[in-house]
C-alpha cells in the first residue's frame, strides 16, 4: 500500500502520542524510499559527509531523497522518526509541476534561514492546516514545515539534492542549519 | 544599493558639470568616470586635474562609483608588444593612483584580448601574470580591480566557470570581476555568472540586450534595461543570492535620437524599480 502525503500526514499527526520518552541528537541519515530522482540520492549523498550519521531508527534527522508514494514500511519508519522527536525532511514529487510563464529561478527559503536556491524539477505543494510554508517559488509554496507531536515533518516539492552536486554553498548552510534548528 | 552612470554616456558636446548636474537630476548617488573617454579624464590630466574633477563631482552632489577607461582595446595588458604592455600597464596603474584621489575603492580593466594572433593560452598566461603584478600595486593602494566581461569582444574567458578559474589562478584578493550583465549575450546567463562570481564582484554594470536580431538573427544589440531579453528578477534575486549590495551602474550605448537627457531619466527610473525588486 503507498500513501499520499495527505493520508500520510493524518497518521503522522497520532504517531507522537504513542511514545513519550526522552529523547538526544544521534545524528542524520539518508533514507531511499524509492527515490525518483537519482541525482537527488546522489547529491545527499555527497553532502553527508558534512553530517553526523546514524541508523535510521536513531536517526535526529532523516532525509529522504525525491519520492512519490511512499509504502507502507517506509511511512512507519518517518513515523518513528516523528515520534522521538527527530526531523524529516521529505523531497516530495507529489505535487502539481509548476508551469512559469515569465521563468524565476530561485526558491525563497523562510526557514530555516532565509536563502535563495535554484529550484530543480520543482511542484507545488498545497499546505494542509497546520502547515507552515517555509519557502516558495514565484509565489508558489514548495517547502513546508509541519509539526507532528515533537517531530517535525520538512517537505520539500523543489528538489534539494542535485544543487549540492552544484555547489551552492546556500543549500549547504540550509541543509547545515536543519540540523541545528 | 547605490546607482551610477558613467561619464562616457553624457552626450558629446556637453560640458562636465552639465552631466553631472543632469546625473544628479536623476537620483543617482555616483558617477562613473572613464579614463581616455572624455576631454576631462585623459592620461594627460595632471594630479592637479584630478583634484578639480573631484571638486566638481562633489559639487554636483554626487560621488565617485569607480574609474573606467577606455584604452585597453588598444593598449591591452595581453599584448605582445612589450610597449603596447607597458602602455597597458601603466593606464591601469593611473587608474589606481586616480582611484584614490577621487576617493573611491574599485576600477575596471578589460583584461585579455584573444586574437587570430595572439591565442586563447598565451593570452591567458600573460594576463594572469601581470594581474598578480597589478594586483599588489592595487593592494597598497587598498582597490580592487575588477576585470570587466566583454566575453564576446574578447573572445576570452567566454563562460562563468572560466572566468572563476581564471580568478582563482589569478588568486590575488584585490582582483576580482566587474560584472556587465548586458555583456553576455550567447553565452550564457548573467544571474548564473552571479551566483558563480558573486564574492568576486567588485562592481555591476548595467544594460539590457536583445539577442538575435537582425535580418538574419546574427546580431545582438544593445539597448535599455528592460527593453532586452535579460531576466531582471532573476538577476536581482541572484545579486541578493551573493549578497551583493554596492553600486549599480548605467554603462549603455546612447540610443536616444533625440532628448538625450531622456535615457538619464528613464533608465535611473529603471534602474530604482530594479534595486527595489518592482519588476
Redesign the interface.
Known amino acids: 500500500m503507498r500513501h499520499s502525503r495527505r493520508s500520510f500526514l493524518g497518521a503522522a499527526a497520532v504517531a507522537p502520542l504513542l511514545t513519550g520518552r526522552d529523547w538526544r541528537p544521534f545524528g542524520s541519515k539518508i533514507l531511499d524510499l524509492g527515490c525518483v530522482l537519482p541525482e537527488s540520492l546522489a547529491g545527499f549523498k555527497q553532502q553527508a559527509g558534512d553530517l553526523p550519521p546514524a541508523d535510521t531508527d536513531a536517526a535526529e534527522v532523516l532525509i529522504i531523497p525525491r519520492v512519490g508514494p511512499i509504502a507502507h514500511d517506509g511511512l512507519l519508519t518517518i513515523e518513528r522518526c516523528l515520534a522521538r522527536g527527530g526531523t524529516v525532511l521529505l523531497e516530495s514529487g507529489l505535487g502539481v509541476p509548476i508551469h512559469q510563464a515569465a521563468y524565476f529561478p530561485y526558491v525563497d527559503y523562510m526557514w530555516p534561514i532565509k536563502v535563495k536556491i535554484r529550484e530543480f524539477a520543482p511542484v507545488g505543494l498545497e499546505p494542509a492546516p497546520g502547515d507552515q510554508i517555509i519557502g516558495a517559488l514565484a509565489g508558489t509554496p514548495v517547502a513546508l514545515r509541519r509539526r507532528v507531536g515533537q517531530g517535525t515533518l520538512v517537505t520539500l516539492g523543489s528538489a534539494l539534492g542535485p544543487i549540492f552536486l552544484a555547489g551552492d554553498p546556500d543549500a549547504r548552510r540550509w541543509l547545515g542549519m536543519l540540523h541545528t534548528s | 544599493m547605490k546607482k551610477a552612470f558613467g561619464d562616457n554616456l553624457i552626450p558629446d558636446g556637453w560640458s562636465l558639470e552639465k552631466g553631472l548636474d543632469l546625473i544628479k537630476k536623476t537620483g543617482c548617488d555616483g558617477v562613473e568616470l572613464w579614463l581616455g573617454a572624455k576631454p576631462w579624464f585623459q592620461m594627460t590630466t595632471t594630479d592637479a586635474g584630478i583634484q578639480e574633477l573631484l571638486r566638481k563631482v562633489r559639487d554636483a552632489g554626487l560621488v565617485v562609483s569607480d574609474v573606467c577607461n577606455t584604452l585597453d582595446w588598444d593598449e591591452n595588458l595581453s599584448a605582445r608588444d612589450p610597449k603596447v604592455q607597458a602602455a597597458a600597464i601603466r593606464h591601469v596603474e593611473r587608474q589606481i593612483e586616480t582611484a584614490r584621489m577621487l576617493d573611491t575603492d574599485a576600477i575596471l580593466v578589460v583584461a585579455g584580448l584573444v586574437t587570430e594572433e595572439i591565442p586563447y593560452n598565451e593570452v591567458y598566461a600573460r594576463t594572469k601574470e601581470k594581474l598578480q603584478r597589478l594586483g599588489e600595486t592595487a593592494a597598497q593602494a587598498k582597490v580592487k580591480i575588477g576585470c570587466e566581461n566583454c566575453c564576446s569582444e574578447q573572445h576570452f574567458l567566454i563562460s562563468p566557470r572560466e572566468f572563476w578559474q581564471f580568478l582563482n589562478d589569478v588568486n590575488h584578493p584585490h582582483v576580482g570581476l566587474h560584472m556587465d550583465v548586458g555583456n553576455i549575450h550567447d553565452t550564457g546567463f548573467p544571474?548564473q555568472w552571479i551566483?558563480i562570481n558573486g564574492p568576486r564582484i567588485t562592481r555591476v554594470h548595467v544594460k539590457d540586450v536583445l539577442r538575435h536580431r537582425g535580418r538574419c538573427g546574427q546580431e545582438s544589440v544593445y539597448t535599455n534595461l528592460f527593453l532586452g531579453n535579460n531576466?531582471w528578477?532573476?538577476i536581482r534575486?541572484?545579486l541578493?543570492?551573493a549578497h551583493y549590495d554596492g553600486w549599480i551602474i548605467a554603462e549603455m550605448e546612447a540610443v536616444y535620437k533625440y532628448a538625450p537627457d531622456q535615457q538619464f531619466y528613464d533608465t535611473a527610473a529603471a534602474m530604482d524599480r530594479f534595486i527595489n525588486g518592482r519588476m
Open positions: 544571474e551566483e531576466n528578477p532573476a534575486a541572484a541578493d543570492k
